[in-house]
C-alpha cells in the first residue's frame, strides 16, 4: 500500500502522555545525544527495528568524571575541604594521609583541595577561551562563507594571518604585555582559537548555502540576516559544537603550557593544575615528594582524556549524522 | 485576431527577458528574450529539456540568481515592477504574494528544524502570529496538503519523512501566507510516478480551490497535459511553441513540440517498441550560431533555417511557434519530403526513407 494513499482516522490527535513523552524525547533530539529510532516514513509510532547509535559506555564514564569536575570546580569554596592557599610550616611535603589526601607540597598548602581549586582555573580558562573562539571564528566564518566575495577575502586573510604567527609567541606576548588576569588568559587561548574554529564554520557554511533549504527561505521572504540566523546557524552549529570539547581539551593544556612558562593567570589566589606542577616541578620535589606534581597531573590527565574522549565521539556521532542526509 | 483590449491585465506578464552568465569561456546566454503572460488563476507550464532555460527563467522571477547573472527585460506582477520589487529589498512580496516549490525535496527543507517550526516560521514572519497559532495553523495547512496524521508530523524533522511527504511539506509552506503566484520548478523530478501524480493532482486542488495561478516547470510533457492552460515549449532559451494546451497537444506546429511528444512512450505501442529519441544533444548555450538552434537536430530542417534565428510568430497571448517549416502546414511537408529525397537534413543530420510520418 502507498504510504502517500494512507489517511489514518484521527486528524487531530488529543494531547495524550505518549505525545508529551515524545515531545521530551525531541527536547533530547535538538540536542542530538537521543538518536530518532525511527528513520522510515510512516510506519506508525513504535517499530523500534531501526538501528540505535549508542555513544556508548565509556562516553559517559567520561561525561559523569567533566561533569564531577565541573561541580567541583563551581562548588569548590562550599565544599569541606582545608583552605587551599593555608601556608602550614609543620607539614611541608606530606605523602598522602587520611587528614591530607594528597599530602601537602612545599609549602605545607593541602594538594586535594588545591587540585579541586584548580579545576576552577582551568576549566573556566579552558571553557570561556573556546567559547570566544567559537563566537568570534564562528560569526565571521559564516558571514565570509555566506556573503563570499570581499568580506570573505578579508576574513580569510585575518584566519590565515592568525594561524601563521607562531602561537606561542603570540600568547607570551599578550601575556607578557597585559596584566595576567583570567580574562586576558583566556582570550590570549580564545584569539588562537578564533582561526581553526572560523575556517571550520566558513566551510560548513559554503556547503550549507548551496543547499535548496536557502533559496526556499529566500523565496518565502526571508531576507539575509534571517537567513543567516534562522537557516545557517542551526545546520554550522552542529559540527561546530561536536569540537566544542575537543577544542575545550587542548585549551586546558594550553593553560597548563602558559603556566609552565609562568605567563598563566597571576597570584598566588589563582590556582591552577599548570601552576602546581611548576611548584612542584623542582629536582628534588621531583625526587622525594612526587605527589605534589602527580596529582595535578593526573587529574589534568583525566580531565583532558576525558574532553577528548567524549568530544571525538560525539564528532564521530555527527559524522556519520551528515552523511545519512 | 487581436488583442482584446477589454481582457483582465495579466497577473504576471514576462516582456524579453534576457539572462546572461558570464563564464570564464564566455556569456552563457541562458534565457533569450522570454516573454509570457499569465492570467489569474491560470497555469502555465513551461515545457523543455535541460539547460533550456526554463529555471533560470523561474529563479529570475524569484530574484534567485547569483549576483553575476546579467538580466535585462521587463517582469510585470499585478502592475507592479518585481525587479525594482526585489531590488528595494520589499518585505512580505515574495512568500506572500509569489513563492516557489524546489526540485528536490531532499534539500529544500531545513534539516535541523521541525517541519512544523518551518511552516509557522512563514506565518509569523509575514501574518506576525504567535507561536502557538502559527504551529496550530501548520498543523492545519499540513492537514489540508494531505498529510496522513498531521499533528504527529508537526514535531517529526525532515529526515523522518519520505520524499513525497516531504514535498508535502514543502508545499505547505509555499502555500502558509496564501500566494496567488505559485512557481513549481519540476516539483515532482525527485519523487517517484505513483507519488508524482498525487502530488500534481494536489498542487492542481489547492490552485483551483484557493484561486491560485501557477507556472509548473517540467521536462516532461506528460506532466503538463491535462494542467495547464497554456503551455510555453522552451528550447536553448527561447520560447519556441506556446498555446492553450489543447492546441499545443493535437495542433503543435514546432518540429521540437512534435518530437518531444513523440519521445513518450505510449501505452498502445506494442511490447519492446523502439523509443523514438530526438536525435543529437541540446545546443551550447556559449557563443550560439545565428541559426535556429534547433535546426541540427530537427528533421525539416532546410537552408534557410541556418540563416538567421526564426521569429516568434503571431501576438502574445495567441498560438506562436518559431519555425520557417512548421509541421502540419505546406512548407513543413515539403520540407520534410525534400529532406526524405535527400537522405539527410540542409544541416547534416541523416533522415530515412521511411519512418514515421510528418
Known amino acids: 500500500m502507498n504510504a502517500e494513499d494512507r489517511v489514518t482516522g484521527k486528524p487531530k490527535a488529543s494531547r495524550d502522555p505518549r505525545a508529551s513523552r515524545q515531545r521530551l524525547l525531541w527536547r533530547f533530539r535538538i540536542l542530538r545525544l537521543v538518536r530518532p529510532s525511527r528513520v522510515s516514513d510512516d510506519s506508525p509510532a513504535g517499530d523500534d527495528s531501526a538501528v540505535r547509535r549508542r555513544l556508548g559506555f565509556s562516553f559517559w564514564l567520561a561525561v559523569v568524571w567533566l561533569l564531577i569536575m565541573a561541580f567541583v570546580a563551581v562548588c569548590a569554596p562550599l565544599l569541606p575541604m582545608a583552605d587551599p592557599t593555608k601556608v602550614a610550616f609543620s607539614g611541608p611535603r606530606e605523602p598522602p594521609s587520611l587528614d591530607a589526601w594528597f599530602g601537602t607540597d612545599a609549602l605545607g598548602r593541602d594538594v586535594f583541595s588545591r587540585t579541586m581549586y584548580g579545576a576552577r582555573i582551568s576549566l573556566a580558562v579552558g571553557g570561556f577561551a573556546i567559547v570566544f573562539g567559537m563566537v568570534v571564528g564562528g560569526s565571521l566564518g559564516i558571514v565570509a562563507g555566506y556573503f563570499r566575495g570581499r568580506l570573505d577575502q578579508a576574513v580569510g586573510f585575518v584566519f590565515f594571518v592568525l594561524l601563521s604567527f607562531p602561537a606561542l609567541v603570540l600568547a607570551i606576548l599578550i601575556t607578557a604585555t597585559f596584566e595576567r588576569s583570567m580574562l586576558v588568559v583566556s582570550l590570549t587561548i580564545g584569539i588562537l582559537a578564533v582561526a581553526p574554529v572560523g575556517l571550520l564554520s566558513r566551510a560548513s557554511t559554503l556547503v550549507f548555502a548551496e543547499r535548496e533549504f536557502v533559496a526556499a527561505a529566500r523565496v518565502l521572504g526571508a531576507r539575509n540576516g534571517r537567513i543567516i540566523v534562522r537557516e545557517l546557524l542551526p545546520n554550522v552549529v552542529i559540527p561546530m559544537g561536536a569540537l566544542t570539547l575537543l577544542g575545550m581539551a587542548v585549551a586546558v593544556v594550553a593553560e597548563g603550557s602558559l603556566a609552565f612558562l609562568g605567563l598563566s593567570v597571576a597570584g598566588e589566589d589563582a590556582i591552577s593544575w599548570g601552576k602546581m606542577i611548576v611548584d612542584g616541578a623542582g629536582l628534588r620535589d621531583l625526587q622525594n615528594a612526587t605527589h605534589v606534581t602527580m596529582f595535578p597531573v593526573a587529574v589534568m590527565f583525566v580531565t583532558v582524556l576525558s574532553l577528548n574522549f567524549a568530544g571525538d565521539r560525539i564528532r564521530e556521532y555527527f559524522d556519520v549524522k551528515e552523511l545519512a542526509f | ?358
Open chain 2, 1 to 358: 485576431m487581436v488583442e482584446q483590449a477589454s481582457a483582465p491585465a495579466p497577473l504576471l506578464s514576462v516582456r524579453d527577458l534576457h539572462v546572461r552568465f558570464p563564464t570564464e569561456r564566455g556569456a552563457v546566454n541562458a534565457v533569450n528574450g522570454v516573454s509570457f503572460d499569465l492570467y489569474e488563476g491560470k497555469t502555465l507550464a513551461i515545457v523543455g529539456e535541460s539547460g533550456s532555460g526554463k529555471s533560470v527563467t523561474a529563479k529570475t522571477l524569484m530574484n534567485l540568481l547569483p549576483r553575476t547573472a546579467q538580466v535585462s527585460g521587463e517582469v510585470t506582477y499585478d502592475g507592479q515592477d518585481v525587479r525594482a520589487l526585489a531590488a528595494a529589498g520589499t518585505k512580505h512580496f515574495f512568500g506572500v504574494q509569489m513563492t516557489m516549490v524546489f526540485q528536490d525535496p531532499m534539500t529544500s527543507l531545513n534539516p535541523v528544524k521541525r517541519v512544523g517550526e518551518q511552516i509557522a516560521e512563514t506565518l509569523r514572519y509575514h501574518l506576525g502570529r504567535s507561536r502557538s497559532e502559527a504551529l496550530e495553523e501548520a498543523e492545519e495547512l499540513l492537514e489540508v496538503v494531505g498529510m496522513p496524521e498531521p499533528a504527529r508530523r508537526v514535531s517529526q524533522y525532515p529526515h523522518e519523512l519520505s520524499g513525497g511527504l516531504r514535498q508535502r511539506v514543502v508545499i505547505a509552506m509555499a502555500l502558509a501566507c496564501q500566494p496567488r503566484l505559485l512557481i513549481a520548478d519540476e516539483p515532482t523530478t525527485a519523487v517517484d510516478v505513483t507519488v508524482q501524480k498525487h502530488l500534481l493532482d494536489l498542487l492542481d486542488r489547492l490552485r483551483r480551490d484557493r484561486g491560485m495561478s501557477m507556472i509548473l516547470i517540467t521536462h516532461d510533457l506528460g506532466v503538463a497535459h491535462g494542467r495547464a492552460d497554456d503551455v510555453a515549449v522552451m528550447y536553448a532559451g527561447r520560447v519556441v511553441e506556446t498555446a492553450d494546451a489543447r492546441t499545443l497537444f493535437f495542433d503543435m506546429r514546432h518540429p521540437y513540440t512534435e518530437a518531444l511528444l513523440r519521445s513518450i512512450p505510449r501505452i498502445d505501442d506494442p511490447v519492446h517498441h523502439r523509443l523514438d529519441p530526438i536525435p543529437g544533444r541540446p545546443p551550447e548555450l556559449i557563443d550560439p550560431p545565428e541559426a535556429c538552434a534547433f535546426a541540427p537536430r530537427c528533421i525539416y530542417a532546410q537552408g534557410d533555417c541556418l540563416g538567421g534565428v526564426p521569429e516568434l510568430s503571431g501576438l502574445v497571448g495567441l498560438h506562436r511557434f518559431a519555425c520557417l517549416h512548421p509541421t502540419g502546414t505546406e512548407r513543413g511537408m515539403a520540407a520534410m519530403s525534400a529532406n526524405r529525397a535527400a537522405g539527410v537534413t540542409a544541416a547534416g543530420l541523416p533522415v530515412a526513407d521511411s519512418g514515421g510520418g510528418g
